[in-house]
């Protein structure tokens, strides 16, 4: 990420913060406590998953992830980490490529005025492996992202799953 990248990030995740805080402020102007208390509470999940990101210590990843989170528009990147002391710095390149090739694809094949959310659950479901899962479930060409997955070349072994509705993928990466 370069200076220019940098600070239009930083700008991006500035004005996410002046809206969380504008709306709050709303809530508080009508009285209304109990959607302040929620809103707070969303907050907090979201600056938790942030911090379980960075504690992977994949600097790289976590660039690409938060990237993605804040300053696209039309593919845009919804996260959780279901992780705890478990770090993916020797893997952190690697890794961050085959999560760009995955958005690569999504990107290519999706229609010019579609917008796309891409899920990503990070889960330590064994002892020395980390899982990521990509859910898409608003993409126009199910069949024709699935055909794409398929002939990826990765790393990391992918998984398509098969659903009519949403298409689903994984793959399991080493961890410290």
């Known amino acids: ?87 993916i710095e020797s893997i952190d390149q690697i890794l961050t490529e085959q999560c760009e090739q995955f958005l690569a694809v999504v990107k290519k094949l999706k229609l010019k005025d579609e917008f796309i959310t891409v899920h990503l659950v990070v889960k330590q479901e064994q002892k020395d492996w980390i899982t990521m899962y990509f859910s898409v479930s608003e993409f126009f060409n199910h069949a024709q992202l699935k055909e794409q997955l398929h002939r990826l070349e990765t790393h990391f072994p992918l998984t398509v799953m098969d659903n009519s509705d949403i298409v689903e993928c994984s793959f399991s990466v080493p961890c410290n």
Request: include cysteine.
């Open 1 to 87: 990420m370069n200076a220019e990248e940098a600070v239009r990030f930083m700008q991006h995740y500035r004005h996410d913060l002046m809206n969380h805080l504008q709306i709050i402020h709303g809530y508080a102007s009508m009285g209304n406590v109990k959607k302040i208390e929620e809103k707070i509470v969303d907050i907090i999940h979201c600056y938790n998953m942030e911090r379980k990101l960075m504690h992977l210590q994949a600097n790289e990843f976590c660039l690409w992830v938060m990237k993605h989170a804040y300053m696209y528009v039309d593919v845009k990147l919804e996260y959780d980490i279901h992780t705890e002391g478990k770090r």
